[in-house]
C-alpha cells in the first residue's frame, strides 16, 4: 500500500509521545512540527520528503529521522557551557551560504577562511554537536581569539590516517576517519605543509563535503581532469556538502580553482575584450 502524507503524519505522531512536547500538523504545507511545551524551540518535518525516503529505505528511513529530531530536540533543552569542556570545542568547515543565524534567531559565530567556505564553531556532545552562538560566547566571557584557538589546537590533535589511490600517475590520498571533523583537518597547517613536503607535483586539497578531505599530488594535466571529477561526486553525495572547487595550496594559502576538461585550472579573472 502506498503511502501518504497523512499516513507518515498518524507515524510521525507516534514516535514523537512525549508529554512534555506538542506536535502539530500544517496540511497546507505538509509539515510536520515537535516542539516544547515550555520553550517552544522545535523542529520542523517536511513530510514529502520522509515519504520519499521511506519509499526508498522502508522503516529504516524513519527510525533514522526519529533519531536525529529527537538528539536536536533534546540538545534544545540543555544549557550548554563551554567553561571545562575545552576539549569537546572544534572547528566546522561549512559553504559560504551556509546560515549565520539559527533558525531562533541566534548569531552564529564564525571565521573567514576562503571566498568558497567559512569556519563555524562547535561544541561536541558525543553523538552530535552544537554550533557555538555569540550568547554562549558572552555568557561566559570567551573571547572569539579564545574559542578559534581552542578549535585549531584540538584539530591537531584528530588521527590523519588517509587511504592512498594512484590514478594515471597522480595521488590521491582520502581523509574519513567519519568523526564530524574530516574536512576541518584542512585547517591543520602542519598537516598541510607535510603533504606539500612529500608531493612531488602540485598539491590540491578538497573539502565537498564535511565527511570526507582530499589531497591530490597532480602530476600531469589528466590529474586535474580527476581531481574535477571527484571533487563533484563526492559533493553531490555528501550529507553536508560544502563545495565542488577544490584548491591549490601554495605559500601556505588556499585558492580555489575552476578545473575546465583536459585543461589546466584556472582562476577567474577581469579581462577586458579587445577594442
Known amino acids: 500500500m502506498k503511502m501518504t502524507s497523512i499516513k507518515m503524519k498518524k507515524i510521525l505522531e507516534e514516535r514523537f509521545q512525549n508529554p512534555d512536547w506538542r506536535t ?8 510536520f512540527r515537535v516542539e516544547w511545551k515550555d520553550t517552544k524551540q522545535g523542529i520542523s518535518i517536511t513530510v514529502p520528503n520522509v515519504v520519499a525516503k521511506y519509499e526508498q529505505r522502508g522503516e529504516a528511513a524513519v527510525a533514522d529521522l526519529e533519531y536525529h529530531v529527537k538528539e536536536a530536540l533534546k540538545i534544545m533543552n540543555v544549557e550548554h ?32 577562511h576562503t571566498a568558497e567556505t567559512r569556519i563555524y564553531y562547535a561544541l561536541d556532545l558525543g553523538s552530535t554537536y552544537k554550533l557555538i552562538d555569540e550568547e554562549m560566547l558572552e555568557k561566559e566571557g570567551w573571547t572569539m581569539d579564545r574559542i578559534r584557538e581552542i578549535s585549531i589546537f584540538n584539530v591537531r590533535s584528530l588521527e590523519t590516517n588517509p587511504k592512498i589511490d594512484t590514478v594515471a600517475d597522480n ?25 606539500k613536503a612529500n608531493s612531488k607535483g602540485e ?20 590529474g586535474y581532469d580527476i581531481l574535477a571529477q571527484m571533487t563533484m561526486k ?13 584548491f591549490i595550496y601554495e605559500d601556505k594559502k588556499l585558492e580555489p580553482i575552476f578545473i575546465l576538461a583536459k585543461n589546466r585550472p ?4 577581469n579581462t577586458k575584450g579587445d577594442e
Do not use: C, W
Open 171 to 195: 595521488d590521491f590520498y582520502f581523509v574519513g576517519a567519519q568523526d564530524g571533523y574530516d574536512a576541518s583537518r584542512i585547517l591543520n597547517e602542519s598537516l598541510l605543509e607535510e603533504m
Open 24 to 31: 502539530s500538523f500544517n496540511r497546507d504545507k505538509d509539515i
Open 234 to 246: 563526492f559533493f553531490a553525495e555528501g550529507r553536508v556538502p560544502i563545495t565542488s572547487l577544490p
Open 203 to 222: 598539491l590540491a586539497v578538497a573539502v565537498p563535503h564535511q565527511d570526507v578531505l582530499i589531497f591530490a599530488d597532480i602530476q600531469n594535466d589528466t
Open 81 to 112: 557551557v563551554l567553561t571545562g569542556k575545552e576539549k569537546n570545542i572544534f572547528p566546522v568547515i561549512r559553504a559560504t551560504s551556509f546560515p549565520k543565524k539559527t533558525k531562533s534567531g541566534m548569531k552564529l559565530i564564525y571565521s573567514d
Open 266 to 269: 584556472t582562476e577567474p579573472k
